[in-house]
Each structure stands twice: as C-alpha cells, then as structure tokens.
C-alpha cells in the first residue's frame, strides 16, 4: 500500500510517499480502508519532532480516517466488516490503510459523509469537553471564540450554539472568514487584525466581559483575554498555535475572580473513558438533529499531504483539511 512517510524530523516538503506492507491489526485493533483523512495542527509538529510524543521513525502521520472495516482483531466485539467508521490514531493515517485501537473506532450515522467523519472525533470531542465539563457553560453564557475559523473554533460555535450559549463571539485573521463563523452560529464575527476584541466584547457585554473564553491560539491572544473576561468568567486553554505559551499574572487572576482552565481532551482515555462514550452519544445525536456540521475547507489528494500542511500552517484555512487517495 501507499503511505505518506516522514524518514526524519522535518518540514512538510521532507514528507515522502513509500510503498509498504498493509498493517496486520492486533486483537484489539481494526483495519481501515481510508477514505478520507483529516488533517489536525499536531500532524505538523509531530513531523518535525516538535510535539509531546514523537513515533518511532519512519512513521506516517495522520489521527484521523474514516472508510469500511477491512478487518478485525480476534478479540474486537461491536463491529464488522464492511460498516463505515471513523477512527482515530496516534499516527498512520495518510495511508490507503490504517489500524485503530478497536476503542476508538465509531459506526457513523448513515447520513454522515466519510470527509465528515474524518473531520469528527478530534475537534467536536475537544470542544464538547472544554465547553460542557472543563468550563461548565451555562444557558445564556457569553462565549467568546479565538481562531473560530478553524475547525477546532467552528466546532466550539456549533457545540455553543446547541448548549445553548447566549451570545457568542467569534474571532479570525481576515475579512474573508466571517461569514463561516455567522453561518456557524455566531452572533459576531470579527477580525481582530482590525477590531480590538476586548473593545467588542466588552461592548457587547455592557462592559461585563465574556463568561467562557475559548483560546485555542496562545501567547498574546490568551493573555490579551484576561481583559474582557466577566467576574467567574472561565478561560479555556485549548492549545497554542501561535506556537507561545501565555503567561497569566495569579494577581490578576485573583482579583478579578476567574479561573484559567486547561484542556487535554486525550487525558480522558486514560482517566476517564466512560466520559468519552458518552459524549459520543450526545454529539452524534446532535449531528443527526442537525445542530452540528463539520466544515470542509479545503480537500487534497494524499500526494499533496505537504501542501495541505503548509496551507494548514499558514492560517488561511477555514474549517478542517481532508485528505484523499
């Protein structure tokens, strides 16, 4: 089969198409045919080296597929052949097959598109966790939302909108990505190369500032919120593609009443699976009412894996990036 390698630590252009074995799964694995894979941020820095864990090389990337099982592990119960899924990995899904622990692999709804699904698990799962249990969105809450064009940020204005978020605000780098965020459910959309978000949102608060602040971005976006976050507000540390670390005085955090809140959605796996399927239950309920919908932006073929990245790092892409063979 083919497969997108990384031989090295490297930047998208270092990326190389091999010819290799079809993987065997174990007894608790599954074997995808690839369909569709989505692209995620962390694809980029694992190529290079740059993240938290780092696969043995040579190793493809990819967290995320969706197609038919293939085959399945001696010891897998609840699914079978043929049924369309999604699944998720550490790594190796830019390939034409890739194999999944058997817990997380998904039937997807009948009306599901295999790019949907690709584009599911990892952004609606974060921002289920972070909106409903991490900070305790409440009806009627002000949210405000960085990078919303995104597909982890357009995932956070669905999840908002259908747990019944009052006001959401969401935030983007140009003009030309408003409108997805409106059509996602956002009251406002702005772009803060030329609005002041802490100016909008404490306008549009009458000064009271946001309830929960959705900060996938970092460095000075996150600290910058502190401004316009309400009493008991909640700001919610998501990731940091700006690629710094924002640096939070305890002082302020200490007067002003709020709480900086992180997110590291894959902890549950080990802490608390139970949580997860059960928040599958909620979200593929949600999709089939129609509330939630990823967004594709972009789709390239798996040879242009390296192209997608950079389009992926250059922040002009709108919603999630999907991969074909």
Same mark, same amino acid.
């Given at each position: 089969?083919?497969?997108?390698?990384?031989?090295?630590?490297?930047?998208?252009?270092?990326?190389?198409?091999?010819?290799?074995?079809?993987?065997?799964?174990?007894?608790?694995?599954?074997?995808?045919?690839?369909?569709?894979?989505?692209?995620?941020?962390?694809?980029?820095?694992?190529?290079?080296?740059?993240?938290?864990?780092?696969?043995?090389?040579?190793?493809?990337?990819?967290?995320?597929?969706?197609?038919?099982?293939?085959?399945?592990?001696?010891?897998?119960?609840?699914?079978?052949?043929?049924?369309? !899924?999604?699944?998720?990995?550490?790594?190796?899904?830019?390939?034409?097959?890739?194999?999944?622990?058997?817990?997380?692999?998904?039937? +997807?709804? %009948?009306?599901?598109?295999?790019?949907?699904?690709?584009?599911? &698990?990892?952004?609606?799962?974060?921002?289920?966790?972070?909106?409903?249990?991490?900070?305790?969105?409440?009806?009627?809450?002000? !949210?405000?939302?960085?990078?919303?064009?995104?597909?982890?940020?357009?995932?956070?204005?669905?999840?908002?909108?259908?747990?019944?978020?009052?006001?959401?605000?969401?935030?983007?780098?140009?003009?030309?990505?408003?409108?997805? +965020?409106?059509?996602?459910?956002?009251?406002?959309?702005?772009?803060?190369?030329?609005? %002041?978000?802490?100016? !909008?949102?404490?306008?549009?608060?009458?000064?009271?500032? &946001? %309830?929960?602040?959705?900060?996938?971005?970092?460095?000075?976006?996150?600290?910058?919120?502190?401004?316009?976050?309400?009493?008991?507000?909640?700001?919610? !540390?998501?990731?940091?593609?700006?690629?710094?670390?924002?640096?939070?005085?305890?002082?302020?955090?200490?007067?002003?009443?709020?709480?900086?809140?992180?997110?590291?959605?894959?902890?549950?796996?080990?802490? %608390?699976?139970?949580?997860?399927?059960?928040?599958?239950?909620?979200?593929?309920?949600?999709?089939?009412?129609?509330?939630?919908?990823?967004?594709?932006?972009?789709?390239?073929?798996?040879?242009?894996?390296?192209?997608?990245?950079?389009?992926?790092?250059?922040?002009?892409?709108?919603?999630?990036?999907?991969?074909?063979?």
């Amino acid at each position: 089969m083919k497969a997108i390698r990384a031989h090295e630590w490297c930047e998208p252009d270092g990326l190389v198409i091999d010819e290799v074995p079809v993987p065997e799964p174990s007894e608790h694995q599954v074997l995808v045919k690839v369909q569709a894979a989505a692209l995620n941020f962390p694809d980029i820095l694992l190529i290079a080296g740059k993240y938290q864990f780092k696969p043995p090389l040579p190793f493809t990337p990819g967290l995320e597929v969706a197609g038919p099982i293939e085959k399945l592990g001696s010891a897998v119960a609840g699914l079978k052949l043929g049924q369309r !899924v999604l699944a998720q990995m550490s790594f190796g899904g830019f390939a034409e097959y890739a194999v999944a622990e058997a817990g997380t692999v998904k039937a +997807i709804p %009948d009306s599901m598109t295999d790019d949907e699904a690709a584009s599911f &698990a990892l952004v609606y799962q974060t921002s289920y966790f972070g909106l409903a249990y991490r900070a305790g969105l409440q009806k009627g809450e002000t !949210v405000l939302v960085h990078s919303a064009a995104g597909g982890v940020g357009l995932s956070a204005v669905q999840i908002a909108r259908a747990l019944g978020a009052g006001k959401i605000i969401g935030t983007a780098g140009s003009d030309d990505k408003l409108q997805v +965020i409106r059509e996602s459910g956002a009251d406002i959309a702005l772009n803060y190369q030329t609005e %002041d978000f802490v100016e !909008v949102v404490k306008r549009e608060t009458g000064g009271r500032g &946001a %309830d929960i602040i959705y900060d996938p971005v970092g460095g000075g976006v996150g600290e910058r919120s502190t401004k316009c976050i309400a009493f008991e507000g909640r700001l919610l !540390v998501v990731g940091f593609t700006s690629g710094k670390f924002p640096v939070f005085a305890s002082n302020h955090i200490l007067i002003k009443n709020y709480s900086v809140v992180g997110l590291h959605w894959g902890a549950y796996r080990q802490h %608390d699976p139970q949580k997860i399927e059960q928040v599958w239950n909620e979200l593929f309920a949600l999709y089939e009412a129609g509330k939630l919908k990823p967004i594709i932006g972009a789709r390239y073929p798996m040879e242009r894996a390296a192209d997608a990245m950079k389009h992926l790092a250059s922040r002009n892409a709108v919603g999630k990036i999907v991969l074909h063979w």
